[in-house]
């Protein structure tokens, strides 16, 4: 089993800042991706932004060029940097990692999420 923590959620002002950290744990041989998804009450699901193992990243057009995405594989951990935060931006976040375990399975694990919270 995989366990991810999330951490860093909040309330910040619009135009403000929050850094999202969350750690992989468990029966891991190798994470292949890790990630950030978010949703807003009565909305899907939405990609924020992902980290491969080799360090290809990938943005939601809607967070592009004020997200950053990063990551620590010593630690299994990633990091998710939100600069002008906007009012829409607000959702529960949610950590994602695609992960080879020990037997040589792999699996898609969330973390628990973690509010954001944007006031105008």
């Known amino acids: 089993q995989v366990q991810l923590v999330e951490s860093g959620g909040g309330l910040v002002q619009t135009g403000g800042s929050l850094r999202l950290s969350c750690a992989a744990s468990?029966?891991?041989?190798?994470?292949?991706?890790m990630g950030w998804y978010r949703q807003a009450p009565g909305k899907q699901r939405d990609m924020v932004a992902t980290?491969?193992?080799?360090?290809?990243?990938n943005y939601g057009d809607s967070v592009s060029g004020r997200f950053t995405i990063s990551r620590d594989s010593a630690k299994n951990t990633v990091y998710l940097q939100m600069n002008s935060l906007k009012p829409e931006d607000a959702a529960v976040f949610y950590c994602?990692?695609?992960?080879?375990?020990?037997?040589?399975?792999?699996?898609?694990?969330w973390g628990q999420g973690t509010q954001v919270t944007v006031s105008s």
């Open positions: 468990g029966s891991i041989v190798f994470i292949m991706s």
């Open positions: 980290i491969t193992a080799g360090g290809i990243t």
């Open positions: 994602n990692a695609k992960v080879v375990t020990t037997g040589l399975r792999q699996g898609d694990y």
